[in-house]
T-cell receptor, first 114, second 111 residues
Framework: EAQVTQNPRYLITVTGKKLTVTCSQNMNHEYMSWYRQDPGLGLRQIYYSMNVEVTDKGDVPEGYKVSRKEKRNFPLILESPSPNQTSLYFC?????????????FGEGSRLTVL | SQQGEEDPQALSIQEGENATMNCSYKTSINNLQWYRQNSGRGLVHLILIRSNEREKHSGRLRVTLDTSKKSSSLLITASRAADTASYFCAPASGGSYIPTFGRGTSLIVHP
């Protein structure tokens, strides 16, 4: 089954404790992206990757890192989480070459930073 | 990157009624997509309309696009309680064809 898998789905952590949210897709998609969703602010893009070893900042990249060493994986790293990074995070992927850009989303990772 | 702005922000209707949501964007687009999000879940692609198309149908969904007004609308006919969700329009412009998102319209359909 075609899917985007995120882990963990739920996480409570403390300020400053490094964490990684993993994202994996099994559709051989070139494009992958991370979003955060906060009440009243909609979906905001954090980082995206057009292909392996190619990453770029989205609208709200501060406090986050990403890497794209393999096509299927695109982890989101919070080196020193802070309470303002408490949010619902989504990973998404797309096959750019189809000329449609339809995005496939994971189920989300709800992060709480105390 | 541009994003769509949905209107209204919230919509409450009775089952069986039609629901219309509008989207405006700022610059020329390659295509515009609509997504649905059930509470707290991942977004799901509903329909895509290309810049050279004016109307598209998919089941109970009807999407229109007016590039001269830089606007689109999503009509859900004969709404059901299961249509309760947030709906996002996502215009895609530039060479990447990757859509960007706004704040969405929250639709509640009362049984």
């Amino acid at each position: 089954e075609a899917q985007v898998t995120q882990n963990p789905r739920y996480l409570i952590t403390v300020t400053g404790k490094k964490l990684t949210v993993t994202c994996s897709q099994n559709m051989n998609h070139e494009y992958m992206s991370w979003y955060r969703q906060d009440p009243g602010l909609g979906l905001r893009q954090i980082y995206y990757s057009m292909n392996v070893e190619v990453t770029d900042k989205g609208d709200v990249p501060e406090g986050y890192k990403v890497s794209r060493k393999e096509k299927r994986n695109f982890p989101l790293i919070l080196e020193s989480p802070s309470p303002n990074q408490t949010s619902l995070y989504f990973c998404a992927s797309s096959q750019r070459t189809t000329n449609t850009g339809e995005l496939f989303f994971g189920e989300g990772s709800r992060l709480t930073v105390l | 990157s541009q994003q769509g702005e949905e209107d209204p922000q919230a919509l409450s209707i009775q089952e069986g009624e039609n629901a219309t949501m509008n989207c405006s964007y700022k610059t020329s687009i390659n295509n515009l997509q609509w997504y649905r999000q059930n509470s707290g879940r991942g977004l799901v692609h509903l329909i895509l309309i290309r810049s050279n198309e004016r109307e598209k149908h998919s089941g109970r969904l009807r999407v229109t696009l007016d590039t001269s007004k830089k606007s689109s609308s999503l009509l859900i006919t004969a709404s059901r309680a299961a249509d309760t969700a947030s709906y996002f329009c996502a215009p895609a412009s530039g060479g990447s064809y990757i859509p960007t998102f706004g704040r969405g319209t929250s639709l509640i359909v009362h049984p």
